[in-house]
C-alpha cells in the first residue's frame, strides 16, 4: 500500500506545483497587461492633452490675430470718415445711390492695396458694415457683393454695433468656420460719440487646423462639410451708374 501511494502522492505535488504555477504566472501576466494598459491610457490621455493645448493656444492666436488687423485697419481716420458719409446718405428716406457707389468705390481704392499685401502673412476676407443694421457696404475680398444684412447669421456683429465694443470669437455657418474680429467705428456728433458702422476681419479657422493636423499628425482636423449658401444679396458693380439687381450670392 505504501508504495502505491507514493506516486499517488509525487502526481498530486506535481499536479498542484503546475497548477501553482499556471495561476502565478496568469497573475502576473494579468498584472502586466493592466500595467500596459494603464500606460496607455496615460499615453492618451498626454496625447489628448498636448492637442487641446495646441487648439486653445492656435485659437488665441487666431483670435489675437483677428482682433489686431481690424483695430490696424480701423484706425485710418480717411476710413471713418468715408463710412461716415455713406452713414449719412443711408439715414435719408431716399439715399442717394449714386453717391454710395462712388463712396463704395473710395473705400475700395483705400482698402484693397493693404488688403492684398497683407494676404501674404495670412488670407482674410475684410468687410466695412454699416450702422445700425450692419448692413455691408464694401467686401474687400469680394467688391461686387454688397447691401446684404449678414448680423442675422452672426448676432456678434450686431451686438458689437450696440455695445460699442471691439468682439472676437469663432463663428460657424453653413459654409464656414471662422475667427472674426469686429471694432465699431465711431464719429463725434452734437449727439455725442455715435456708431456709424464697423469693419470685420475673417480668418479661416479650418485651413489653420489642418496645418495644425499636418504639424502634429494627430488627427486634430475633421473633415466638415458645409451645404450650398441659402438667400440672396444684393450685386452692384463698382461704378457710379451702375444699376441695383438681386443676384444669388455668398453670405460670407
Do not use: C
Not at 4 to 26: D, E, R
Not at 138 to 154: E, I, M, N, S, Y
Amino acid at each position: 500500500m505504501d508504495k502505491q501511494s507514493k506516486p499517488s502522492a509525487i502526481n498530486w505535488v506535481v499536479g498542484l506545483g503546475s497548477l501553482g504555477l499556471a495561476i502565478f504566472f496568469s497573475v502576473l501576466g494579468g498584472l502586466a497587461l493592466n500595467q500596459q494598459q494603464t500606460l496607455w491610457t496615460l499615453q492618451i490621455a498626454k496625447q489628448h492633452e498636448l492637442q487641446s493645448l495646441t487648439l486653445r493656444n492656435s485659437q488665441q492666436e487666431l483670435q489675437q490675430q483677428a482682433q489686431l488687423l481690424a483695430e490696424t485697419i480701423a484706425a485710418d481716420a480717411w476710413l471713418v470718415e468715408l463710412v461716415r458719409q455713406a452713414y449719412a446718405l443711408q439715414s435719408r428716406e431716399q439715399p442717394d445711390i449714386q453717391s454710395l457707389n462712388a463712396i463704395r468705390n473710395q473705400l475700395y481704392t483705400r482698402l484693397a492695396p493693404r488688403w492684398r499685401s497683407l494676404q501674404g502673412t495670412r488670407a482674410f476676407s475684410l468687410y466695412v458694415h454699416l450702422a445700425p443694421a450692419a448692413e455691408v457696404l464694401l467686401r474687400v475680398h469680394k467688391p461686387q457683393w454688397f447691401g446684404d444684412r449678414p448680423a442675422t447669421q452672426r448676432p456678434m456683429l450686431l451686438d458689437s454695433l450696440r455695445q460699442s465694443a471691439t468682439t472676437a470669437g469663432l463663428v460657424s455657418n453653413e459654409q464656414s468656420l471662422s475667427m472674426r474680429a469686429i471694432v465699431p467705428l465711431r464719429v463725434d456728433s452734437l449727439e455725442g460719440p455715435i456708431n456709424v458702422g464697423a469693419l470685420e476681419v475673417s480668418l479661416d479657422v479650418l485651413k489653420n487646423l489642418q496645418q495644425l493636423d499636418h504639424e502634429l499628425d494627430a488627427g486634430v482636423a475633421r473633415h466638415a462639410r458645409f451645404g450650398q449658401p441659402r438667400g440672396r444679396l444684393q450685386r452692384r458693380f463698382l461704378h457710379p451708374a451702375a444699376t441695383a439687381a438681386d443676384y444669388p450670392g455668398p453670405s460670407a
